[in-house]
């Protein structure tokens, strides 16, 4: 009988999380036998992942939330190292999640356990410091964005491009017609679409924003879709959009991609999201708002001059990016008005976002990264 393969995997994160499923479904494919542990979400666990902890305790982002929580981070670091000494894996897959994830990478280094990096550290933004520690403890890292893998051979750091996830995960299942039957839309009216956050602790800062901003909006003419990531607090979310008193707010839960194709305008947190919702191909306005201190901290460390994927990658203001107290409602409507049909703003917005589309489309990481851990598995068994 065939050795059975132990993983370990460590996703923090909801995309995290959907990233990693596309892998594990790769790996069910190739007639070895597999043990998943560690910790994913509910896509991973789904695939057979034993998780260690429940997903949610790791939903936390900004230096003063992490500090908030950081005996946590700890009894997770022990219980992991627990895991290596007792039930040594054969590979540890390491999801993005840069802070947690590289001490995690130097624990499974010292156990002789080979360590590939799926999702590279956005070293090239902040924390440049990080390649040095990815050059030490990890085998090989899979970057996502097609820039990073020049910028990490210079630092003779083990690496190849294997193509963004999104490329392959989004799919759309309804055309505008169904869509607006089965979630009761007016296909005739112009639709919004709001994406708040994948976190709580998002949700807390962004949706009374987006709320303020789409309750402006004419309801004879707008429908509003408010999108709700399974990975928040139900009863929280419905308790804050249930005093709206707005007749045209439907909240969307699921089916991303079908509601960011067939809305005019997006506005979303930043994030995976806005990415996906280049990749789809629809004008956006990327909202970010931050702990204070956290984003003062963070406004004398980071090294880029966007926040939002698309514009980064395209090295273009393409998409309109609010930060901090710009995120109001009156500058959200403000771009939204600047990019729906109608405006030459918007043509040249969409044609940007083609080309966003083929960078991120030339490779299939359900593809290269299983080449990586079976070549790791052989050279490291």
């Given at each position: 009988?065939?050795?059975?393969?132990?993983?370990?995997?460590?996703?923090?994160?909801?995309?995290?999380?959907?990233?990693?499923?596309?892998?594990?479904?790769?790996?069910?494919?190739?007639?070895?036998?597999?043990?998943?542990?560690?910790?994913?979400?509910?896509?991973?666990?789904?695939?057979?992942?034993?998780?260690?902890?429940?997903?949610?305790?790791?939903?936390?982002?900004?230096?003063?939330?992490?500090?908030?929580?950081?005996?946590?981070?700890?009894?997770?670091?022990?219980?992991?190292?627990?895991?290596?000494?007792?039930?040594?894996?054969?590979?540890?897959?390491?999801?993005?999640?840069?802070?947690?994830?590289?001490?995690?990478?130097?624990?499974?280094?010292?156990?002789?356990?080979?360590?590939?990096?799926?999702?590279?550290?956005?070293?090239?933004?902040?924390?440049?410091?990080?390649?040095?520690?990815?050059?030490?403890?990890?085998?090989?890292?899979?970057?996502?964005?097609?820039?990073?893998?020049?910028?990490?051979?210079?630092?003779?750091?083990?690496?190849?491009?294997?193509?963004?996830?999104?490329?392959?995960?989004?799919?759309?299942?309804?055309?505008?017609?169904?869509?607006?039957?089965?979630?009761?839309?007016?296909?005739?009216?112009?639709?919004?679409?709001?994406?708040?956050?994948?976190?709580?602790?998002?949700?807390?800062?962004?949706?009374?924003?987006?709320?303020?901003?789409?309750?402006?909006?004419?309801?004879?003419?707008?429908?509003?879709?408010?999108?709700?990531?399974?990975?928040?607090?139900?009863?929280?979310?419905?308790?804050?959009?249930?005093?709206?008193?707005?007749?045209?707010?439907?909240?969307?839960?699921?089916?991303?991609?079908?509601?960011?194709?067939?809305?005019?305008?997006?506005?979303?947190?930043?994030?995976?999201?806005t990415l996906?919702?280049?990749?789809?191909?629809t004008p956006?306005?990327?909202?970010?708002?931050?702990?204070?201190?956290?984003?003062?901290?963070?406004?004398?460390?980071?090294?880029?001059?966007?926040?939002?994927?698309?514009?980064?990658?395209?090295?273009?203001?393409?998409?309109?990016?609010?930060?901090?107290?710009?995120?109001?409602?009156?500058?959200?409507?403000?771009?939204?008005?600047?990019?729906?049909?109608?405006?030459?703003?918007?043509?040249?917005?969409?044609l940007e976002?083609?080309?966003?589309?083929?960078?991120?489309?030339?490779?299939?990481?359900?593809?290269?990264?299983?080449?990586?851990?079976?070549?790791?598995?052989?050279?490291?068994?």
């Open positions: 009988m065939e050795k059975e393969i132990k993983v370990f995997w460590l996703a923090g994160e909801s995309s995290g999380d959907l990233h990693c499923e596309l892998i594990m479904k790769a790996l069910a494919k190739d007639g070895k036998r597999y043990r998943h542990i560690g910790i994913g979400g509910a896509k991973m666990q789904a695939l057979g992942l034993k998780a260690l902890y429940p997903f949610d305790r790791f939903a936390v982002m900004g230096f003063v939330e992490v500090l908030k929580h950081i005996t946590f981070f700890l009894k997770v670091e022990r219980r992991i190292r627990q895991l290596f000494e007792e039930d040594k894996p054969d590979i540890a897959i390491l999801a993005d999640y840069p802070g947690f994830n590289l001490r995690i990478a130097h624990l499974a280094d010292e156990y002789r356990i080979p360590v590939l990096y799926y999702i590279s550290p956005q070293f090239w933004a902040w924390k440049h410091e990080r390649v040095q520690k990815l050059k030490a403890s990890v085998r090989h890292t899979a970057c996502i964005l097609p820039f990073e893998e020049e910028m990490l051979n210079i630092h003779n750091v083990t690496c190849s491009y294997v193509g963004h996830p999104i490329a392959e995960e989004i799919e759309h299942k309804m055309d505008k017609d169904y869509f607006a039957k089965f979630f009761h839309l007016n296909p005739d009216k112009k639709w919004l679409g709001f994406f708040p956050g994948s976190r709580n602790s998002e949700i807390k800062k962004m949706l009374p924003v987006f709320l303020n901003a789409a309750r402006k909006w004419d309801p004879k003419e707008y429908e509003i879709l408010i999108s709700k990531s399974h990975s928040v607090n139900h009863a929280m979310f419905m308790e804050m959009v249930s005093g709206t008193g707005m007749g045209n707010l439907n909240i969307i839960d699921g089916y991303t991609y079908d509601m960011m194709r067939h809305c005019e305008v997006l506005v979303c947190t930043s994030g995976t999201v996906e919702a280049g990749y789809v191909g956006t306005v990327i909202c970010y708002k931050a702990n204070p201190i956290s984003y003062l901290i963070g406004k004398h460390l980071i090294r880029v001059s966007h926040i939002g994927l698309p514009n980064i990658i395209l090295d273009n203001d393409v998409l309109p990016e609010l930060v901090q107290h710009a995120a109001n409602p009156d500058m959200i409507n403000e771009k939204i008005r600047d990019m729906q049909i109608g405006s030459p703003r918007r043509d040249v917005v969409r976002l083609k080309k966003l589309r083929a960078i991120l489309g030339e490779k299939k990481p359900s593809v290269e990264v299983p080449k990586i851990i079976d070549h790791l598995l052989k050279t490291y068994g």
